[in-house]
């Protein structure tokens, strides 16, 4: 059985960093694009940062120079630093196996989640 297991969400003042990690199990295929996604209240679930099925890295206009995506050499493991965080960052950030994709620049998800971590950037 796929899971996907979350953790490193937290409270933080705004300028402030975490560091979010998803471990993958029950795979038996390759596994090449995984990402972050995020969910404020009211709001739709939104991609924050992705490797898709070629390799590349994705990033929300709203994260980068911010936000790093980063996974070990097995694929299994993901890893989101998100430093000099802002109020309008808070969400439940949710680990997601994307599909594979024709296009290498593309990532699409997979109905494969994580549970979610709560992420609060407040003063």
């Known amino acids: 059985q796929v899971q996907l297991v979350e953790s490193g969400g937290g409270a933080v003042q705004p300028g402030g960093s975490l560091r979010l990690s998803c471990e993958l199990t029950?795979?038996?295929?390759?596994?090449?694009?995984m990402g972050w996604f995020r969910q404020a209240p009211g709001k739709q679930r939104e991609l924050v940062a992705a490797?898709?099925?070629?390799?590349?890295?994705k990033y929300a206009d709203s994260v980068k120079g911010r936000f790093t995506i980063s996974r070990n050499d097995a694929k299994n493991t993901v890893w989101l630093q998100m430093n000099s965080l802002r109020p309008e960052d808070t969400a439940v950030y949710y680990c997601?196996?994307?599909?594979?994709?024709?296009?290498?620049?593309?990532?699409?998800?997979?109905?494969?989640w994580g549970q979610g971590t709560q992420v609060t950037v407040s003063s």
């Open positions: 490797f898709t099925t070629g390799g590349r890295t």
């Open positions: 029950g795979v038996m295929f390759s596994v090449s694009a």
């Open positions: 997601n196996l994307g599909l594979r994709m024709p296009d290498d620049s593309d990532y699409a998800p997979s109905d494969s």
